[in-house]
């Protein structure tokens, strides 16, 4: 059975129509990701599967009693807040001193229970925030833009822990990203939003699809082509690609400035 | 033991004590939220309250907590209709004021305990106002308790909230109802222009020395308690106005807290 169904889903923001008529259903143990230009309505979706947004249209279901581990796209925590590591992975529902070990090793975040959150840097805190999900020993894990704000190493290496993850514990993963390279390789089902869905299917389908190129063909020439460049060769030298004319990222070190 | 609730002292004491413990951690709320103004608006409509209390000769506590809820609410609702929230919430702040001001001078022959209601009269608290004051404060911290870990949660993020099957529109409404208590408490002690101090600034002081929500409401409660009583008895020694004087020497706990803070952190710095 499915662990969300969504049926003829609509929903309005402001007298917009962000999302409209999307039928989706998500199977435990798969990992799906969405893909779609900003304002394509990608948050819109998971904020509606956990329930922060009411659809105007349509229908969500959720499996009786599902766990959702949720990870949001940003998380500002106040200043004034103080907030270690340890006491926050006990938000909402305490855990055991083991247990929170256990996520943070997991989540590859091993030896930062003590610290306060406001100290870590883009990567630990995406990880740290990863932990928590993780706690909730989710059936469904959800990922919104998880690698924002982190360097490419950075990103490929948070999506080597999910893969990891989804091992281990068997969970679906629905995730949100930008870096089309790096999370088409590792989909077994892509879904191209653009206020609708335009198209799915396994990557290799998707990323030959017409309405595709036609919201990516041109904007990110560079990431498509190292798509494909990956997947022309399955040898390992990821972070040693040649860049296309239209691709700016940089390999630069860690950021810190996610949390802030 | 009963006559100690007779002298006005004790009396003051505890009612002084009560509120604190329960606006520090509920303040702390209001921090971490920035809610600074919203605790400031439903004070200041409640002077709205005392005048319909006085006006229909019902309970000024009854009164306050009614009017209070009402502002709570409307903000809450109107938050996201389109204005920035200091916008909407100094609009409503001062115009309820406003009006409360003028809805007081309607009322013949009570003008004088005008100045009781704005800054409070904690010398005059009777045996039936410290049961309510504690009262009041019990119910709070109880609130605050129970919901604790879904406060924080929704605080720290509603959409971490809604996934953990948590409503944070639900725990605003029960912050909302928590604050619309202390500030029908708190008048009789503070007043309605100093009640917002008495939740900011105890927990403002209380940030530097603590790693854990938990230990900075904690720290929080002291401090208010200690501001409290530290004030009581200042005013007492140099006669001045009650309510005033712990604000102040909470203002002066906050200052040396934070220069504290600074001095350690610069130490730090090498």
Not at chain 1, 41 to 46: P, Q, R
Not at chain 2, 44 to 58: M, N, P, Q
Not at chain 2, 156 to 162: C, E, K, R, S
Not at chain 2, 224 to 246: C, E, H, K, V
Request: hydrophobic letters at 50%; proline letters at 4%.
């Amino acid at each position: 059975m499915s662990l969300v169904n969504l049926k003829g889903l609509s929903v309005r923001y402001g007298g917009n129509t962000v999302l409209s008529d999307v039928n989706l259903s998500i199977e435990p143990g798969e990992i799906v990701t969405v893909v779609g230009p900003n304002g394509s309505g990608k948050s819109t979706l998971l904020r509606s599967i956990i329930g922060a947004l009411r659809p105007s249209r349509g229908d969500v279901s959720r499996a009786p009693g599902l766990r959702i581990g949720y990870v949001p796209q940003k998380l500002h925590i106040d200043p004034t807040l103080p907030l270690t590591v340890r006491r926050f992975l006990s938000l909402p529902v305490r855990v055991s001193d083991a247990r929170a070990q256990d996520a943070l090793q997991q989540a590859g975040a091993g030896p930062l229970a003590g610290r306060q959150m406001s100290d870590l840097s883009g990567g630990q805190f995406q990880r740290v925030l990863l932990a928590r999900a993780l706690l909730s020993d989710p059936q469904l894990l959800i990922l919104d833009e998880a690698t924002q704000g982190l360097d490419q190493p950075g990103s490929a290496a948070f999506y080597q822990q999910i893969a990891t993850v989804r091992a281990e514990l068997g969970c679906a993963v629905l995730m949100v990203s930008h870096e089309l390279h790096v999370v088409m390789a590792a989909s077994d089902r892509v879904i191209c939003l653009n206020g609708h869905i335009c198209c799915e299917g396994e990557p290799e389908h998707v990323a030959s699809a017409p309405e595709y190129r036609a919201l990516f063909g041109t904007g990110t020439q560079g990431a498509l082509a190292l798509y494909r460049h990956e997947h022309n060769h399955s040898h390992d030298h990821a972070h040693n690609h040649n860049h296309g004319p239209d691709c700016d990222h940089s390999h630069g070190d860690a950021k810190k400035d996610i949390a802030s | 033991m009963m006559e100690l609730f007779d002298s006005f002292l004790v009396r003051a004491a505890l009612a002084g004590v009560g509120v604190a413990l329960a606006a520090a951690p509920l303040g702390c709320f209001v921090v971490w939220r920035r809610m600074a103004y919203f605790g400031d608006a439903t004070a200041h409509a409640s002077i709205l309250g005392v005048a319909l209390a006085l006006a229909f000769d019902t309970s000024v506590f009854a009164g306050v907590l009614v009017t209070s809820l009402v502002m709570a609410t409307t903000v809450s609702t109107l938050s996201n209709r389109g204005y920035a929230m200091d916008t909407l919430l100094g609009v409503l702040a001062h115009s309820s004021l406003a009006f409360g001001l003028v809805a007081v001078s309607f009322l013949q022959g009570i003008r004088i305990d005008l100045m009781a209601y704005l800054f409070g009269d904690i010398l005059a608290v009777g045996r039936m106002d410290l049961a309510v004051i504690w009262g009041g404060a019990a119910l709070v911290l109880l609130l605050l308790w129970a919901r604790w870990s879904a406060l924080l949660t929704a605080t720290l993020n509603p959409d971490l909230a809604y996934a953990a099957g948590i409503d944070p529109k639900r725990e605003q409404m029960v912050l909302t109802i928590a604050l619309a208590l202390v500030v029908a408490v708190a008048i009789k002690v503070v007043g309605v222009l100093l009640i917002a101090a008495l939740l900011l600034i105890p927990a403002a002081t209380a940030r530097p020395f603590a790693n854990t929500p938990e230990r900075m409401a904690l720290i929080a409660a002291l401090i208010g308690a200690l501001s409290a009583l530290g004030g009581l008895q200042l005013a007492f020694t140099f006669d001045t106005p009650t309510g005033p004087t712990i604000v102040c020497l909470a203002a002066v706990l906050f200052a040396a807290s934070s220069l504290g803070d600074l001095l350690r952190r610069n130490a730090l710095r090498g």
